[in-house]
Structure formats: C-alpha cells, structure tokens
C-alpha cells in the first residue's frame, strides 16, 4: 500500500503564495506519477497539475503560468508551488500517484490519494 500526506495548506489572501507538499510512503516502488487535484464545494473534481517520473509536467489552463508542480525523488515528495492566488482557488487539495507513469487528467487512472488539504484564498 501507498500513503501519501499532503501538507502545506491554508488560508491567504488573493495574490498570495502556498506551497503544498505531499510525502509518499509505503510501496513506493509502485509510484512513478504523481499530481494533485482539487475540488472546490458543488464542483467536480478537477487535476490542477501531474508530474511524471521523467519530469514531464501537466497543467491544468486555470493554473498555467501561477502553479508549478516539482518532485523530490530522493525524498519520494511532490510540491506544488502556487503563486498569484485566486478566490477560484479555493478547494481541498490531493495528492495522488499511480503506478502507470500516467499525468493526464482521468482521474480513475491515479490509484493512490491522500486525505486532501484545504486551501482557502480570501481576503
């Protein structure tokens, strides 16, 4: 089994920063992508951006050009760095992997996912 524990959330105000970091643990072998996702209330969920073992970024529209998706692979972490916030990135945020080295945007192709956390931007 795989844990991941996402950290890093909270609430800042609109133009302001958040780095999420997400640690895996467990089977780790089984992890090559990871990602993060979120899902803000009444909405779908959505992939905000997913980094593959090789370094190969995905990023949603919404976020292209503010967030930036990074990996430690050595410390078996995934960040993701969010600048220029937007009240329309308020959300509960994932972490999720999978075993097939896949970073698009079906979710029902990442197996792991961690308990989320919440990012709130308001001022």
């Known amino acids: 089994q795989v844990q991941l524990v996402e950290s890093g959330g909270g609430l800042v105000q609109p133009g302001g920063s958040l780095r999420l970091s997400c640690a895996a643990s467990g089977s780790i072998f089984s992890i090559n992508a990871m990602g993060w996702y979120r899902q803000a209330p009444g909405k779908e969920r959505e992939l905000v951006a997913a980094?593959?073992?090789?370094?190969?970024?995905n990023y949603a529209d919404s976020v292209k050009g503010r967030f930036t998706i990074s990996r430690d692979n050595a410390e078996n972490t995934v960040y993701l760095q969010m600048n220029s916030l937007k009240p329309e990135d308020t959300a509960v945020y994932y972490c999720?992997?999978?075993?097939?080295?896949?970073?698009?945007?079906?979710?029902?192709?990442?197996?792991?996912w961690g308990q989320g956390t919440q990012v709130t931007v308001s001022s």
């Open positions: 999720t992997a999978n075993p097939m080295d896949y970073s698009g945007s079906d979710f029902r192709r990442y197996d792991y």
């Open positions: 980094i593959t073992s090789g370094g190969s970024t």
